[in-house]
Each structure stands twice: as structure tokens, then as C-alpha cells.
């Protein structure tokens, strides 16, 4: 839904569509109606061990964290920085916790529900966000709450990098 969101309201933005077989499959029907379909493509693979591509400028990663174990979000924010042109952007949406995982309710509430539904899931604080994006290298790290139970977690690549 983002890929098909996000490019009209920047003309010029291509946006590339990640996943299984499967959800790439289902993702076909959706982008012709959205009038993007010159703009979006879609690409199999398996984001906790295929390469993410590379030159991208934005890396938009939502609600896939809290699925993951800390180790693969790790592994899983090295590859969007090597997917990324310098001066490129990683923007992950998910539940994002306080220090003591306390809240926001409705985060701490759904990290219980990955300890139920996932082998490893969890919902994460900002801090835990911050040392993955830091460690990948990434710099400018802001947290930004959005309306709603998501917050946002965002960095960029350095022009250097």
C-alpha cells in the first residue's frame, strides 16, 4: 500500500516492492489501479536473507521488526545500509517502545502477543532502534511518534558511506 501511496505524491519516486512470491504475486493487481504501474515493481526475495538492492534513496521498513529477533533486526538494518546511496534514508514504522518497554500501552500490549505468535517477535524501544541504526552507521537518527500506536524510527546513510 505504500508503494502504490508514495509515489504520487512525489512524481519522480520509483519504489520497489520486496517479499515472497506469494505476497508479490498479490501486491500485481493492486499497483495497476493505483496508476503507478510504470513506477513500482515488484522483486522476490526474503528480507531476513536476500540483498535488499542497492541505490536506493529511502528504505522504508514497516511493521516488520517486532517479527524479527534482535539479531535478525540487526542483520536486517546492515543490508538496508548497503541498499542505500549515500545521502539515502531508512525509515522504519513500527511499535516503538520507552526505555523501560513500559509503553505506549498499545505496543507493550502487542509485544506480548509476538512472544505468543512469533519464535523470537518482540516490540522494541527506541533505544534498542537507535544501537541497531547506529552500529549499521547510520547518523541522524530522530524518533518521530506518529498518530496513532506507530512510531517511526529514522536515519540516513552518510554521504561518505
Same mark, same amino acid.
Given at each position: 500500500?505504500?508503494?502504490?501511496? $508514495? *509515489? *504520487?505524491?512525489?512524481?519522480?519516486?520509483?519504489?520497489?516492492? %520486496?517479499?515472497?512470491?506469494?505476497?508479490?504475486?498479490? !501486491?500485481?493487481?493492486?499497483?495497476?489501479?493505483?496508476?503507478?504501474?510504470?513506477?513500482?515493481?515488484?522483486?522476490?526475495?526474503?528480507?531476513?536473507?536476500?540483498?535488499?538492492?542497492?541505490?536506493?534513496?529511502?528504505? $522504508? %521498513?514497516? !511493521?516488520?521488526?517486532?517479527?524479527?529477533?534482535?539479531?535478525?533486526?540487526?542483520?536486517?538494518?546492515?543490508?538496508?545500509?548497503? #541498499?542505500?546511496?549515500?545521502?539515502?534514508?531508512? #525509515?522504519?514504522?513500527? $511499535?516503538?517502545?520507552? !526505555?523501560?518497554?513500559?509503553?505506549?500501552?498499545?505496543?507493550?500490549?502487542?509485544?506480548?502477543?509476538?512472544?505468543? !505468535?512469533?519464535?523470537?517477535?518482540?516490540?522494541?524501544?527506541?533505544?534498542?532502534?537507535?544501537?541497531?541504526?547506529?552500529?549499521?552507521?547510520?547518523?541522524?537518527?530522530?524518533?518521530?511518534?506518529?498518530?496513532?500506536?506507530?512510531? %517511526?524510527?529514522?536515519?540516513?546513510?552518510?554521504?561518505? #558511506?
Amino acid at each position: 500500500g505504500y508503494c502504490i501511496a $508514495f *509515489p *504520487p505524491a512525489n512524481p519522480p519516486l520509483p519504489a520497489t516492492i %520486496l517479499g515472497l512470491e506469494p505476497g508479490t504475486e498479490v !501486491a500485481q493487481p493492486a499497483i495497476g489501479p493505483g496508476g503507478v504501474k510504470d513506477r513500482v515493481t515488484t522483486k522476490v526475495g526474503d528480507l531476513n536473507k536476500d540483498p535488499l538492492g542497492e541505490g536506493y534513496d529511502l528504505v $522504508f %521498513l514497516s !511493521a516488520i521488526y517486532h517479527m524479527n529477533s534482535e539479531e535478525q533486526n540487526r542483520d536486517l538494518t546492515h543490508r538496508a545500509m548497503q #541498499a542505500l546511496a549515500p545521502g539515502g534514508m531508512i #525509515a522504519v514504522q513500527d $511499535f516503538i517502545l520507552n !526505555a523501560d518497554k513500559s509503553g505506549p500501552y498499545t505496543g507493550a500490549l502487542f509485544s506480548l502477543n509476538m512472544l505468543v !505468535a512469533t519464535p523470537e517477535g518482540a516490540s522494541y524501544s527506541i533505544a534498542e532502534y537507535s544501537e541497531w541504526l547506529t552500529e549499521a552507521g547510520f547518523v541522524d537518527i530522530r524518533h518521530l511518534q506518529l498518530p496513532g500506536p506507530a512510531g %517511526l524510527i529514522v536515519g540516513r546513510r552518510p554521504e561518505s #558511506a
